[in-house]
């Protein structure tokens, strides 16, 4: 069904943004789909259990999850990245073990009983959660985490809180995800902590490979491209690990940034719009 | 301009492991002075100024930054307080264009990162934009202000990083060989730049081995050999101190005899 | 019992401690994570399906370790060979989870996703031993026997080889080497010819104590080692043998104090501690997460 489709590809999105946007400041998330899990899992517990509207218990399962986030990302956001990632994949298998553990929130047999959300309210948040995007693409603040992300020493000298700035990243992310989970889950009506899982966690951070690291539109390009043309042609579906695990190899080797790799700067003295757009001159990481 | 000390560094060590890099360093760069640091390479000067800025931390002493102890502090905490530095080699934000190199030292945005996210509008607010363009223009860079920095010349990307530099409005500026790899026009050039640059910096401490340039420049000289203080005072008396020529002929007869 | 938990648990430690080796030492030697190791893992297992219909089974040890080997050198050339300077290291951590997710697709349309039996063990496999009055399989033996004669071999091949001594060298600072005249090539695919020979073994000696092959072991058991090589510190291979061996009769015990369901958060909880808060492992130094040469 093709609303089906365009909903899981909304999905993707906000997931591919969340780790956009803890990437912008450096640090490479695996933990999406803890996070995820734990914005699904506290919307379903304050509407399923005790029976909150839906939109507040949206906004409440947000903020939970961004401030767990914050809390773990506080001493793990000092590592270096490889290991971070290493961090980030096993806390997704913590929480995921932990929820299946978890008897009052159904355990391994999963949780039932969320209702209520459908293609509009998903093209809802992805339009509420771009537009803040591009507002912070173009803010001074993206100046700030361009420049911890380049060169976190040469930054905190000159007086960003780069410690800061990455946990606003992280949590931000996190919220981001959370968002998607309650979505997802009010749809499915029914979830297992085994959906959340690394493998998802994997696959949403090679979106934002494959679409492009540098600016917001590659991590929508990357969802959708993964999310929608498997489902227009067979064969990608049917092998869509192998096609997804050879575009990003190829993609890396020749195109380490992803396909989209312009930059959207966030000052400029000469006015126009076709100066916003920096394609960039070197291959760095 | 008060009377203050602006930089205080007493009794400063600094350990690698085994090596000591640093020894019993006291130093002072008062209000409104430009202090020349030489030494021959490896002498500890860009370890001095990495502890000053935070990058280091000290193994022993301490270090005092307009009355306040630094010597522990965290590198973004000293950067707020007024300390800036560039760097040796270059460390540009290239991916950023200049007038973004320049604009992301700027104070509100750099240290409140909620106000930096609704600096109004895209020009995140005149006043930072009009100090901006201000600053490449004191350094002559204005023209390439929307040219990505990775795309500049080493001169300009020399100024660029003391442009950066100044933006944080800082009350001490510490420049690290600024004028390394630079031609005897660009070298002129950047006298000339760095005398207007005082006007609006209270102490600058200044490491270079153009001797030139830091007669030309500096209230004081103080000279380092093997991570010490070798010889303090003004630039003729420190370059003409036997310890300092020994420092530097010493290195100067072995490259003669390879 | 207890005993014959704790004897299973090392049993499992064993396993963990050759993959986590395996792991620790490319971390180690060349400062690079690769995630195509679990998968190796994998497909150790089903070396074990394919061999063991024709060849008798002392052989599919052999035939592990060559798989094993040969899949290290293909993913150091595909994911590793282009990525090398520093800011690379997350690309070439990503294009090796790349590799892994063809693999286990691969493996996947091969054999399906359901676990694959191997053929039963005959003769002195098959049989017991007992120790302290509980029955063991003569496996257990088998598989403790190859852990310690590779892991054993290993050091020694390090410790008093000229190869050996190349690739601690190189370990130590890879600049360094090359400038002496080590060719920094040959040595990291020797390191992951080696590394991925081990996971491969240690795959076909996981597949053979639980009588088949699944193709999702890669994420479950293949994770844990680098948990494991996180708490025993970054490239420190003693790290890595002892923290497999800690972890595999921790969760032993866990299922003996029927908490068995938490046992997979173990090894987890455990890493996530130990990386926060005493970020080079327990052996580890904090050499190993300084910048390298």
């Known amino acids: 069904m093709i609303s089906d489709q365009l909903f899981f590809t909304g999905i993707n999105i906000l997931l591919a943004w969340s780790v956009y946007v803890s990437l912008i400041t450096g640090r490479l998330s695996f933990a999406q789909g803890a996070v995820m899990a734990i914005g699904c899992y506290s919307s379903g517990v304050l509407t399923v259990r005790f029976g909150w509207p839906r939109l507040p218990a949206c906004v409440a399962a947000a903020v939970v999850t961004a401030i767990v986030a914050a809390i773990l990302g506080y001493p793990a956001l000092r590592l270096r990245g490889v290991y971070l990632i290493l961090v980030t994949l096993g806390i997704t298998f913590c929480v995921r073990v932990t929820f299946e553990n978890v008897n009052y929130i159904g355990g391994v047999s999963g949780f039932g009983g969320m209702a209520g959300s459908d293609l509009s309210t998903v093209v809802v948040a992805v339009v509420v959660v771009g537009s803040i995007l591009l507002w912070l693409s173009l803010s001074p603040l993206q100046r700030s985490c361009d420049a911890v992300r380049e060169d976190d020493r040469v930054a905190s000298s000159l007086g960003i809180n780069v410690t800061l700035i990455r946990i606003m990243g992280f949590s931000a992310g996190a919220a981001i995800a959370a968002v998607a989970g309650v979505l997802y889950g009010h749809y499915m009506n029914f979830v297992r902590p085994e959906s959340f899982d690394v493998l998802l966690s994997i696959y949403v951070v090679l979106y934002v490979v494959l679409g492009g690291v540098n600016n917001m539109f590659g991590a929508l390009l990357g969802a959708v491209v993964m999310t929608l043309l498997p489902e227009y042609f067979r064969i990608l579906s049917e092998w869509r690990p192998t096609v997804f695990g050879l575009s990003i190899l190829i993609l890396l080797l020749f195109r380490p940034m992803g396909l989209l790799t312009f930059r959207l700067v966030t000052a400029r003295v000469r006015k126009g719009p076709m100066a916003a757009l920096k394609p960039l001159a070197d291959r760095v990481q | ?258 | 019992m207890l005993t014959g938990q704790i004897v299973n648990g090392f049993v499992s430690g064993m396993m963990y401690a050759l993959v986590a080796i395996g792991f620790t030492l490319v971390v180690g030697v060349l400062d690079k994570l690769n995630f195509t190791h679990p998968e190796v893992l994998m497909f150790g297992g089903f070396v074990g399906v394919i061999s063991l219909n024709v060849l008798p089974l002392p052989w599919a040890f052999v035939a592990a370790i060559a798989v094993g080997g040969a899949m290290g050198l293909i993913t150091e050339f595909i994911a590793f060979r282009r990525f090398q300077g520093s800011d690379a290291k997350i690309t070439a951590a990503l294009a090796s989870m790349a590799v892994g997710l063809i693999v286990t697709d691969l493996v996947q349309k091969l054999w399906g996703t359901e676990a694959v039996t191997l053929p039963p063990l005959t003769g002195w496999m098959a049989q017991r031993f007992s120790l302290a009055g509980v029955e063991f399989p003569n496996l257990q033996i088998v598989i403790v026997g190859i852990t310690l004669g590779l892991a054993g071999g290993l050091h020694l091949f390090l410790e008093r080889s000229k190869a050996g001594r190349q690739i601690r060298a190189v370990a130590e600072s890879s600049v360094s080497a090359s400038l002496l005249g080590i060719d920094v090539r040959r040595v990291t695919q020797a390191v992951f010819l080696i590394s991925s020979a081990l996971a491969a073994e240690a795959g076909l000696l996981l597949a053979l104590r639980t009588g088949a092959a699944s193709s999702d072991i890669g994420l479950t058991f293949g994770l844990k080692a680098f948990a494991i090589m996180a708490i025993g510190g970054l490239g420190d291979l003693r790290g890595a043998a002892v923290g497999g061996v800690i972890i595999g009769i921790l969760e032993a015990l866990m299922f003996y104090f029927g908490l068995g369901r938490l046992s997979e958060l173990t090894v987890w909880a455990a890493m996530i501690l130990v990386l926060m808060y005493r970020p080079a492992g327990i052996f580890g130094s904090t050499h190993v997460l300084e910048q390298r040469a």
């Open chain 2, 1 to 258: 301009m008060t009377d203050q000390t602006t930089l205080e560094v007493r009794n400063l060590r600094k350990d690698f492991g085994g090596l000591r890099a640093i020894e019993n360093l006291n130093l002072d760069v008062r209000d409104g002075e430009l202090v020349g640091l030489i030494g021959p390479n490896g002498a500890g000067k860009t370890a001095l100024i990495n502890m000053i800025t935070g990058f280091y931390r000290a193994t022993a002493g301490s270090i005092l930054f307009l009355g306040k102890d630094i010597t522990a502090a965290d590198m973004h905490e000293i950067g707020r307080l007024g300390v800036a530095r560039t760097f040796q080699n270059i460390r540009l934000f290239r991916r950023m264009t200049v007038l973004e190199n320049v604009l992301v030292a700027h104070k509100p945005f750099a240290t409140h990162p909620i106000r930096a996210l609704f600096g109004s509008g895209f020009n995140s607010g005149r006043p930072a934009f009009n100090e901006a363009m201000r600053l490449l223009e004191m350094l002559q860079i204005a023209d390439k202000a929307d040219q990505l920095a990775s795309s500049l010349s080493f001169g300009d990307a020399r100024r660029l990083e003391i442009a950066r530099a100044m933006a944080v409005r800082p009350r001490l500026l510490l420049l690290d060989e600024p004028a390394a790899g630079m031609n005897e026009s660009e070298t002129k050039q950047l006298v000339d730049d760095i005398r207007l640059i005082r006007n609006q910096v209270s102490s600058i401490l200044l490491i270079e081995h153009d001797m030139d340039l830091i007669q030309q420049l500096s209230d004081r000289v103080v000279a380092m050999d093997y991570g010490r203080k070798i010889a303090e005072g003004i630039a003729s008396d420190v370059l003409r101190h036997p310890d300092v020529v020994r420092a530097y002929l010493g290195e100067d007869v072995e490259q003669v005899v390879r």
